[in-house]
T-cell receptor, first 112, second 114 residues
Framework: LAKTTQPISMDSYEGQEVNITCSHN???????ITWYQQFPSQGPRFIIQ???TKVTNEVASLFIPADRKSSTLSLPRVSLSDTAVYYC?????????????FGTGTRLQVTL | EAGVTQSPTHLIKTRGQQATLRCSPI?????VYWYQQALGLGLQFLLW???????NRGNFPPRFSGRQFPNYSSELNVNALELEDSALYLC?????????????FGEGSRLTVL
């Protein structure tokens, strides 16, 4: 199973860039890396997904080194509304290899 | 386009009773996943259904069961409820083998066992 490890919590000031790293040493060839954001009492929401190198969308960037054993979610210029729990998920489309198991997540607190 | 919908939003039961939770996936999605999230904790994988069949199961007792219907909607049943079953139950759908595993979640069903 591609177990993931993330920092439990992070603090940031509004306007700063935040980088959250996830370790996934046992990632399989067919696995993608997906990050989700979750607010209290809501379902997680997709942020970004990648397989290798760098992916960027309108809200975040995802950096994946060549060995794919880790990944870093980068949130540019965070605001108070980015306070949430961020989950890294490693899995393939079939779900059998990893059971699409979420890690404990990183609780990001953004303050003024 | 409608997202993943779950019902009921809230459900209160007593110990020993049964609970049934329902999920409608996004149109065109064939895979449905169920997760349990106890208060303040992470998501625990429960069940995965694809094309009407159970494909994978998490480390939960047999009293947690479910099924997927021909229209790809799904239902989660929890028998002989225990206090520790109180949690937010999240359903997610995906394109199954045709996709990359990206999950789309509903807002969840909050189950309270008294």
């Amino acid at each position: 199973l591609a177990k993931t490890t993330q920092p439990i919590s992070m603090d940031s000031y509004e306007g700063q860039e935040v980088n959250i790293t996830c370790s996934h040493n046992n990632i399989a060839t067919n696995d993608y890396i997906t990050w989700y954001q979750q607010f209290p009492s809501q379902g997680p929401r997709f942020i970004i997904q990648g397989y290798k190198t760098k992916v960027t969308n309108e809200v975040a960037s995802l950096f994946i080194p060549a060995d794919r054993k880790s990944s870093t979610l980068s949130l540019p210029r965070v605001s108070l509304s980015d306070t949430a729990v961020y989950y890294c998920l490693v899995g393939d489309a079939t779900g059998t290899a990893s059971k699409l198991t979420f890690g404990t997540g990183t609780r990001l607190q953004v303050t003024l | 386009e409608a997202g993943v919908t779950q019902s009921p939003t809230h459900l209160i039961k007593t110990r020993g009773q049964q609970a049934t939770l329902r999920c409608s996936p996004i149109s065109g999605h064939t895979s449905v996943y169920w997760y349990q999230q106890a208060l303040g904790l992470g998501l625990q994988f429960l069940l995965w259904y694809d094309e009407g069949e159970e494909r994978n199961r998490g480390n939960f007792p047999p009293r947690f069961s479910g099924r997927q219907f021909p229209n790809y909607s799904s239902e989660l049943n929890v028998n002989a409820l225990e206090l520790e079953d109180s949690a937010l139950y999240l359903c997610a759908s995906s394109l199954g083998g045709r996709g990359t595993g990206e999950l789309f979640f509903g807002e969840g069903s909050r189950l309270t066992v008294l």
